[in-house]
């Protein structure tokens, strides 16, 4: 499903070029498409679907591993997208800001709240 959602992003960039304006980086603008494609899919497909073969349950995996993963999962959509592109694709807080469309200090709020509600996952898993 990820991959399908990656090649949909993509697929959007490139029949929507004409919509970028050039004031700000491609990369981010890309980023965008595949995240909204990526919204797009799950809006089409439950929870259960749309994940349940990407985590792993918790008798195959690490508990605390996995109770990470649901966790992530469990944040708001905005959190998420906040950490997986400064995290996974190493993104500086401008970057997300683009990206999301949102000033650099909601990122920074953004990831200080995603942060948060991990660590008390962390904390009871511990």
Request: aromatic share 8%; glycine share 8%; charged share 30%.
């Amino acid at each position: 499903r990820a991959q399908d959602a990656v090649q949909e992003g993509f697929a959007r960039a490139i029949r929507g070029r004409r919509g970028f304006r050039g004031s700000g980086s491609l990369e981010a603008w890309i980023c965008r498409c595949v995240l909204n494609a990526a919204r797009d899919d799950r809006r089409k497909v439950s929870f259960d679907r749309a994940f349940g073969d990407e985590l792993p349950s918790v008798t195959t995996a690490d508990p605390p591993d996995a109770t990470v993963r649901r966790a992530i999962l469990e944040l708001p959509q905005r959190q998420r997208d906040a950490l997986f592109l400064r995290y996974y694709l190493d993104f500086d807080y401008g970057q997300i800001a683009e990206a999301l469309g949102i000033r650099v200090g909601t990122v920074s709020a953004t990831l200080h709240a995603a942060r948060t509600a991990l660590g008390h996952v962390l904390t009871e898993v511990a």
